[in-house]
């Protein structure tokens, strides 16, 4: 009966050494999970307590670029594509502005038919389809091809198209 007590008093040592392990492993993920969260959360939301004393939170974290409102938009000069083809006012030197001699549109990348609508950006004079240039231009306040800021002309007549939409 000595050896059979013996023997049960081992197999529930083993049993609780076996617990204590698994315990301590689970303890120990716990704890380094909670460092994890802790230190990208330090990154992320950059806290006060993390950056130096003369900067405030979100400083330099990242840069936000708005784009252009509708009345802006609604400034710059529209063209039909066959039109403005015709009266060769997409590769011609006019009135010191440059228009583009593009066969495409460089936001979608697809080619001008006949009846699609152009947008005129009036500093750099790139030409884009209308819906694509107004979608880029209500999220980022550049020109997509040069990044140039488009002005806003004065008036209509200061683009000198006279083949307008």
Do not use: Q
């Amino acid at each position: 009966m000595d050896s059979s007590d013996n023997s049960s008093l081992n197999d529930s040592r083993h049993f609780l050494l076996s617990i204590e392990v698994m315990v301590s492993f689970i303890f120990f993920i716990a704890i380094m999970t909670l460092i994890a969260y802790c230190v990208s959360l330090c990154r992320t939301r950059r806290l006060p307590g993390v950056l130096p004393h003369h900067d405030t939170p979100y400083e330099h974290s990242f840069h936000v670029e708005s784009g252009l409102n509708e009345a802006t938009l609604g400034a710059f000069p529209k063209l039909l594509y066959s039109n403005a083809k015709a009266s060769s006012k997409l590769s011609s030197f006019d009135g010191g502005k440059y228009y583009s001699s593009a066969l495409s549109c460089s936001v979608c990348l697809a080619d001008y038919s006949e009846s699609d609508v152009l947008r005129l950006l009036p500093n750099c004079g790139h030409v884009f389809h209308l819906k694509c240039v107004d979608s880029w231009l209500r999220l980022h306040p550049t020109c997509p091809i040069c990044r140039k800021l488009p002005s806003t002309p004065t008036s209509p007549e200061s683009c000198k198209i006279s083949t307008r939409v």
